[in-house]
């Protein structure tokens, strides 16, 4: 049975204290802060049963509040983008605040991310909750929000709850940036193995907004549904308008609507380490991030370069509240006590 421990992590500037759970299970264990519901480490043995370190991270508060990148945070009230912040919810209109260029990215000034979440030890459960009062971010509604992590036998899970006493915007996540081969190697993931069911990505503008239609992934370098190296596809950046836009991969993959959710929705596999990934979802949507922005200093003092670490950021596809072609897929709209509820699980083997 997974044994779940409590110790301080650090302090705020205003005093707050910072305290870290330690979800272990035999040799391996996960790290999770109440600041930010942060995914601090994941550690699993590589093939030579060597414990590795797949979650890139800070080793102390200062780190995650002087960096950017929402290093293994949760994220709400709305993960992603929408368009010019930009929200019609009951025909009133919200203006959402703005903090990625024109738009509204991962819940504005001060997200989920931002947070000391209220965190219960619930026997193999770590379970946190936070209230998000009406207009916050000028979000409508009074939003309780509960995710429960646990850790055992190699699989991470994330089980996200929430609901609201008026009609508003809902698209939570966590941002785990993963390197398979050590978030200590100080190696790109370009060299990692992926694969992704999903025959589809929505295109964007430059902006990274997606505005409408899907693009086939069949013959682009978005096409996973075969397991590919990362780098192959990134190679083709500069020729590829929808890859040239982020310098790299930051696209929404959208699921088949009948494939089967007992199946793993993507393999990540690090050839160097052996570690292998399987990523299961309900969401109909990931957003797969290469890690094109990261340059900064992580744990152990090693520095995170471009694609330093991937993210897969399971949930419904971004700008869906402006768009009803991408709500059809999965509405983040929820009226007055509608509840919200998703699961994300990660597992972690040794391919043989």
Known sequence: ??????????????????????????????????????????????????????????????????NGGYLGALI????????KGHLVLDGKEYRLYINDRSNHLHGGKEGFNAKIWNAEIEKDKLVLTLVSPDGEENYPGTLNVKVVYT????????????VSDKTTAINLTNHAYFNLNG??????????????????????????IPRGGFRMVKGTPFDFTSPAMIGTGDGMRAQDT???????????FVFCKDRDKQKPYAVLYGPASGIQMQCFTDMPAVQFYAGNGLDQTGKGGV???????????TQ?????????EYAAYGSSVYGTGEVYHFTARYAFSVRK
């Open 1 to 66: 049975m997974t044994a779940i421990s409590k110790s301080e992590f650090g302090k705020l500037p205003d005093g707050r204290v910072v305290s870290a759970f330690t979800m272990r299970d035999g040799d391996s264990f996960v790290r999770v802060l109440d600041y930010g519901g942060i995914l601090q480490s994941i550690v699993v043995p590589d093939r030579n049963g060597k414990p590795t370190d797949v979650l890139l991270g800070y080793d102390d508060v200062v780190g995650y509040l002087n």
């Open 76 to 83: 709400g009230r709305f993960g992603n983008r929408i368009d």
């Open 151 to 162: 850790f055992s036998g190699g699989v991470l899970g994330i089980e996200y709850t929430a």
């Open 183 to 208: 978030a200590e190697s100080g190696t790109s993931v370009l060299g990692h193995e992926l694969m992704i069911a999903a025959d589809r990505i929505t295109p964007t503008d430059s902006e990274l």
């Open 242 to 252: 929808d890859l040239s836009y982020g310098g790299g991969y930051d696209h929404c």
């Open 303 to 313: 520095h995170y370069g471009r694609c330093g670490g991937l993210c897969l950021e």
């Open 316 to 324: 419904a596809i971004p700008n869906n509240v402006n768009v009803p």
